[in-house]
């Protein structure tokens, strides 16, 4: 059934509103197309489920539950509706459909009701222009003096099953299928500010991306590795994941004790392990600790700050490497969420370790 002029312009209004912007010529043909998509999808299939091609991309938050504790509510809301309005912005931008919110996480698809032969190549960027607006998401909390976001990034191309569900009640259109478990995984290996994808949307994008070299990481329920790249830049494009020069920064020789306790489906388990801090840069560390950690664990950190008498507790952490040395194990620790005060003193505490006086 064709979608009427008021139709239309009824959901020009509403984007106009909650974004302040108008829809331009092109976006509303491809508002046109897509809707008028979802309608055939709806009307022709009986069964209302289909197989498809899709490129799928989750993103989350790195420690939003650390972060938002001891905030009021409504700053918590705003927060959130700051950063998921402009990743919306985003991805309908590509040509994304928004599959759903999952808290601070949003799943977006390509593909999923409209096959094309740049799904893939669209959703990558889509990823690095999300991980750009992070700058400018971080530039209007600080000036609310909140602590910087960060988010990780996972996308994966596969065949999935895609369709209405629920019942007349409620319901929405969704995919499901082990495709959609891999980007899950993928995204989970991101750490703060990168953007990975697998194999498969790699080979889609062939010659149009900017990467690191393969990374095989062993991923739950499946027996064989999977690889994964991390995206630097779509040169083609002038677009440049900012994350990549920020992971730059300098390390100090330090030796003082450090907690942690291990991170398991989102939840901190009870026993608190012992370690030593060997070196300490803006952005992670260098521990050494007598129980194996394995590569990607997600640990969160208690420690004190030796020359400042400052408490660092809440810092959330993944494992970048891991190594055996003698009867311990040497762990490279990556941030993922610290606040703000805790950020501001590990960098003064570097430099004045590096140059002898802090840095104000």
């Known amino acids: 059934m064709p979608l009427s002029p008021e139709a239309i312009r009824a959901i020009q209004d509403s984007v106009a509103t909650i974004t302040g912007v108008q829809l331009g010529p092109a976006d509303t043909a491809r508002l046109h197309a897509l809707l008028a998509s979802a309608d055939t999808l709806s009307a022709h299939r009986a069964d209302g489920y289909s197989s498809r091609m899709v490129t799928i991309l989750l993103t989350d938050l790195r420690g939003f539950t650390a972060y938002s504790e001891g905030l009021p509510a409504s700053t918590v809301f705003d927060v959130l509706n700051r950063y998921l309005g402009r990743m919306c912005e985003i991805a309908v931008s590509n040509g994304g459909i928004i599959d759903k919110f999952m808290g601070d996480s949003v799943m977006v698809l390509f593909g999923a009701l409209e096959h094309g032969e740049n799904d893939a190549f669209r959703a990558v960027t889509c990823a690095v222009q999300m991980q750009i607006a992070m700058d400018e998401i971080n530039s209007d909390n600080a000036a609310s003096g909140l602590a910087p976001l960060h988010m990780g990034v996972g996308i994966h191309t596969g065949r999935v099953v895609a369709g209405l569900l629920g019942s007349k009640l409620h319901s929405e259109f969704t995919v499901i299928g ?183």
Do not use: W
Not at 180 to 193: N, P, T
Not at 268 to 275: E, F, N, Q
């Open 178 to 360: 082990q495709e959609v478990s891999l980007a899950s995984r993928i995204e989970s290996f991101s750490l703060r500010g990168q953007v990975l994808i697998s194999e498969a949307t790699f080979a889609l994008c062939a010659g149009l991306l900017e990467t690191a070299e393969p990374l095989d990481v062993q991923v739950k329920g499946k027996q064989d590795l999977m690889r994964v790249r991390e995206v630097f830049a779509i040169p083609s494009l002038g677009l440049k994941v900012p994350r990549k020069d920020e992971r730059r920064s300098p390390r100090v020789d330090v030796r003082f004790p450090v907690g942690y306790r291990l991170i398991a489906d989102k939840i901190v388990l009870p026993d608190l392990r012992k370690g030593v801090v060997l070196d300490l840069g803006y952005q992670g560390m260098r521990v050494e600790i007598g129980r194996k950690l394995d590569r990607y664990d997600d640990i969160v950190l208690d420690f004190d700050l030796p020359l400042f008498g400052q408490h660092a507790t809440g810092v959330y952490a993944k494992v970048r490497n891991i190594r055996p040395e003698r009867d311990t194990h040497l762990a490279g620790l990556e941030f993922t969420s610290i606040g703000v005060h805790d950020e501001q003193a590990i960098r003064h505490l570097v430099q004045f370790l590096m140059q002898g006086s802090p840095t104000k």
